[in-house]
């Protein structure tokens, strides 16, 4: 590429809106790309507690020694185990209180697990409004930059007696920057936000099907014991 055309030199030469413009999209395209690597180690890091928890809740382990565990740990642990320690909690606070009826021991635990779910739900989607933001504005921004550029290198022109290609190439690359840097920014906010989405997705599932195999599992040791509610607590998982 010749020199006078070069990304670097383009912009030292561009209007001061196109600069603008530019750097705007700069810092929102490292924000963006800072937002994905933090988001990917975190669906990772969720991933991985969730099914360490998981392994743990089927191995036999009994939900009192689980839930000791859940409090032990509270600042390690992953969406599944907090949610589990929500709905344990619950039970045991009406059993203090002396509830014994087993649907509303159920519908206790399992309220408080929904809106434990719900935290975990918006805390995995955190920032993915903002890829989308990026993804979505970005290209406009660019194509703004890239408009006022045309319009100042076309403004420049009107004053030369003789136009030739090489006096009109300058003024377009440089306004075209605009765009390019937009798509820049944009691509891969866009697909780090489709995938991070279904990735939330799948383990929303996992957490809902976790919810329901719980209460089953609860519903189940009240049922067999309904004279000693309490046993439920320290009843093991049963298999799946």
């Known amino acids: ?17 196109v600069q603008l413009v530019v750097l705007l999209l700069v810092i929102v395209s490292i924000a963006s790309w800072a937002a994905i690597i ?16 998981e392994r743990e809740f089927w191995s036999g382990t009994s939900l009192n020694e689980l839930f000791a565990s859940a409090a032990q740990n509270a ?16 039970y045991q ?3 203090e209180r002396h509830v014994s009826d ?36 970005s290209p406009y921004v660019g194509l703004f930059g890239t408009v006022w550029g045309i319009m100042h290198a076309f403004t420049g022109l009107a004053a030369l007696a003789q136009v030739t290609l ?47 195999e719980f209460s089953n599992i609860l519903q189940r040791n009240l049922s067999a014991n309904p004279a000693a509610v309490a046993s439920a607590t320290s009843a093991a998982p049963a298999n799946r």
């Open 93 to 95: 606070k009406l059993r």
């Open 166 to 212: 090489a006096t009109v190439a300058p003024g377009i690359a440089e306004a075209l920057v605009a765009t390019a840097i937009g798509l820049f920014a944009a691509i891969p906010a866009v697909v780090g936000y489709n995938r991070f989405a279904r990735e939330i997705d799948k383990i929303a599932i996992a957490l809902e099907t976790y919810i329901e």
């Open 102 to 137: 087993a649907p509303t021991l159920l519908d206790g635990a399992r309220r408080a697990m929904r809106a434990s779910f719900q935290r975990e739900l918006d805390a995995a989607e955190q920032n993915l409004s903002f890829l989308a933001t990026v993804g979505s504005v």
């Open 1 to 17: 590429m010749n020199q006078d055309l070069s990304i670097i030199n383009l912009l030292l030469h561009a209007s001061f809106v």
């Open 38 to 53: 933090r988001k990917y180690f975190s669906l990772r890091r969720m991933r991985a507690l969730n099914d360490d928890f």
């Open 75 to 90: 600042k390690f642990a992953g969406p599944m185990e907090r949610i589990f320690a929500s709905g344990m909690r619950e």
